[in-house]
């Protein structure tokens, strides 16, 4: 039996942007997590088609900072014509590092370190593609650019 919320609120596929890899997330309106990785740039849209397939994914929530841009064109031009929402990456990066440290508290003598202390030992930006899904459904999008449609053919 398919769940209506599921029906009228679809999982978002969320993006943290950067110049070499990115983090992905599919997060459900009930903020679960349904996956999220970190993957280059040039794997990007493979990943994208797989996510939207096996879940119905009708939006993808685009952080607003560094590569933006590049990644919605890189999307556009794999013929990805979502809707694509910016949401502001204000200390995004901040909060997905401490939930990666929580979530990963470490091994020996680490793992009693206050999160404060403590270095990722990975990159983190799958945990920040979540943050900015939660943004999304908190009805935090960006001030910095505007919603982002793929164009109709004249």
């Not at 978002?12 to 459900?28: I, M």
């Not at 903020?31 to 040039?42: C, F, K, S, T, W």
């Not at 890189?74 to 929402?85: D, H, P, Q, V, Y």
Request: glycine share 8%.
């Amino acid at each position: 039996m398919t769940d209506t919320l599921t029906v009228t609120h679809p999982p978002v596929f969320a993006v943290d942007p950067g110049r070499e890899k990115c983090g992905l997330a599919v997060v459900t309106y009930t903020r679960q997590v349904l996956h999220q990785e970190i993957v280059d740039i040039p794997s990007l849209p493979i990943r994208v088609a797989h996510y939207l397939g096996r879940y119905g994914i009708e939006r993808i929530v685009l952080g607003d900072r560094t590569g933006a841009r590049d990644i919605r064109d890189t999307l556009r031009r794999a013929g990805f014509l979502l809707e694509i929402i910016f949401v502001d990456e204000d200390h995004s990066s901040e909060f997905g590092r401490r939930r990666f440290l929580l979530a990963n508290p470490g091994t020996g003598w680490r793992r009693f370190l206050p999160v404060g202390l403590r270095e990722p030992d990975q990159p983190y930006d799958d945990y920040v593609a979540v943050i900015l899904a939660e943004r999304f459904f908190d009805g935090s999008r960006s001030t910095r650019q505007r919603r982002s449609r793929a164009r109709k053919p004249v």
